[in-house]
């Protein structure tokens, strides 16, 4: 009705406002730090977009926010110099959204991309991993992403980052460990028998069957398994994001299969050859080097807890699946040497203190070689002090 609206009195002004939530902010925090950036695509208007940015730590001093309209009279090669400097995207169009995960893979990144609408779709599938939202998200979006977030949270994606990069890990110890492991019998079967053949000075193996398979299959298995649930190194996050196209068995990996491969194959071999030369029996040689193996390669399972932390700087308890591992083996291990029955079997003796105190100290010496390896490689990965 025409001057419907006169003589009306002000009481106030109401505004409203969709907070991020309060973890949010931690979680973009913890991103920066494991190398991970942060931009934010909206439909907001540019300004608001701006603030919550701010507000999250996402936009600084030298980022840049973009508006729809301004991506669109922006090139292809400007959007792709200023590419990394985006930090917001604001009044996109699902074309736009699009357009900014294809600039980012061309530039070789890895974009996770997340959506809940229909129009996210196109760019959910062509991120590299597209997470739609399982609360608000659309049947299409959830068809489209390549996962899907059942709490519509930013925190659970870092959380499931950090799970990941432990899961990683793992996968890495239990691969080092058993492959050290057994590395380091096929060379101490194979030198000795080339000394042996060479020298003609003993004609007996280190080890007969049944030690070997008692070493593959219990000595060697349990710990494996128990690394394969080691808890999260301390700092994990603080990493850089592994490069998807580097091998897992990469320099570094190499570098301890051979290098503890070899020590294992030195250790057992010494005791045997010092056995033999001692004037001990071939059963009494062949079972010192079986007791040697078991020791060195258990004692191993706490060096591959960690690739770059000192075994003094860990939690010895943290893991109480290894400390069980171990134990069992090293049971095991102690019954095939004093049960009867099965000293003919698998070529053992009633061992004496001395002859436990060489085995030890033989299994103990794995730590020198390992400790001294990631130190340098704690020195190498150190960052270079700022020059302000």
Known sequence: MEGGEEEMVWLGLVGMIDPPREEVKGAVALCKKAGIESVMITGDHKLTAEAIAKELGMLGENDMALSGSELDEMRRKELRNAAE??????????????????????????????????????????????????????????????????????????????????????????????????????????????????TGLYKVVPLIALQILVVNLVTDGLPALALAVEPGEPGIMQRPPRDPKRSIFDKRMVGYLL???????????????????????????QCLCFLTLVSVELFNC???????????????????????????????????????????????????????????????????????????????????????
């Open 259 to 285: 290098g503890i491969g070899f020590w294992t194959m030195l250790a057992s071999l010494g005791v045997f050859l010092w056995a033999l030369n001692s004037g001990r029996t071939p059963v009494e040689a």
């Open 85 to 198: 400097k985006i930090k917001v995207y604001a009044r996109v169009s699902p074309a736009h959204k699009m357009r900014i995960v294809e600039t980012l893979q061309g530039k070789g990144h890895v974009v996770a991309m997340t959506g809940d609408g229909v129009n996210d779709a196109p760019a959910l599938k062509k991120a590299d991993i597209g997470v739609a939202m399982g609360i608000t998200g659309t049947d299409v979006s959830k068809e489209a992403g390549a996962m899907i977030l059942t709490d519509d949270n930013f925190a659970s994606i870092v959380a499931a980052v950090e799970e990941g990069r432990n899961i990683f890990a793992n996968i890495r110890k239990y691969l080092l460990y058993l492959l050290s492991c057994n590395i380091g019998e096929v060379l101490l079967m194979l030198i000795a028998f080339v000394i042996g053949t060479a």
């Open 302 to 388: 706490f060096n591959c807890r960690s690739e770059r932390l000192s075994l003094f700087r860990m939690n010895p308890f943290s893991n109480k699946w290894l400390l069980a591992a171990v134990a069992s083996s090293w049971a095991i291990a102690v019954a095939i040497v004093y049960a009867p029955f099965l000293q003919g079997p698998f070529h053992t003796y009633p061992m004496s203190l001395q002859d436990w105190g060489i085995v030890l100290l033989a299994g103990l010496s794995i730590f020198i070689p390992v400790e001294i390896a990631k130190l340098i490689v704690a020195r190498r990965t150190r960052p270079s002090p700022k020059v302000v």
